[in-house]
């Protein structure tokens, strides 16, 4: 069992930045996807950004730009680097990693852009 404890969110105005972080409960260096995603109330939680052990990253189009993943296989953390944000960027963001062929879930961060 994987748990992943996250940090970073908050409250910024648009324009501002805000870096999450995720680190996975695991000494070995089996995990081999890494992302966030987010949601907001009465829509599906949607892919923010991701990135695979030895390939590359991908991103929604709407962060694309603005948006940061980077992600340590050796350490199990995942960071996400966010700026220039929006309105529309409001949402809970969580971590996720698949390890082998399971999947984990962090416990979400709010994330509110507002002036």
């Known amino acids: 069992q994987v748990q992943l404890v996250e940090s970073g969110g908050g409250l910024v105005q648009p324009g501002g930045s805000l870096r999450l972080s995720c680190a996975a409960s695991?000494?070995?260096?089996?995990?081999?996807?890494m992302g966030w995603y987010r949601q907001v109330p009465g829509k599906q939680r949607e892919l923010v950004a991701i990135?695979?052990?030895?390939?590359?990253?991908n991103y929604a189009d709407s962060v694309k730009g603005r948006f940061t993943i980077s992600g340590n296989f050796a350490e199990n953390t995942v960071y996400l680097q966010m700026n220039s944000l929006k309105p529309d960027d409001t949402a809970v963001y969580y971590c996720?990693?698949?390890?082998?062929?399971?999947?984990?879930w962090g416990q979400g961060t709010q994330v509110t852009v507002s002036s």
């Open positions: 990135v695979a052990r030895g390939a590359g990253r």
């Open positions: 695991v000494s070995r260096a089996s995990i081999n996807v």
């Open positions: 996720y990693v698949r390890e082998f062929r399971l999947d984990y």
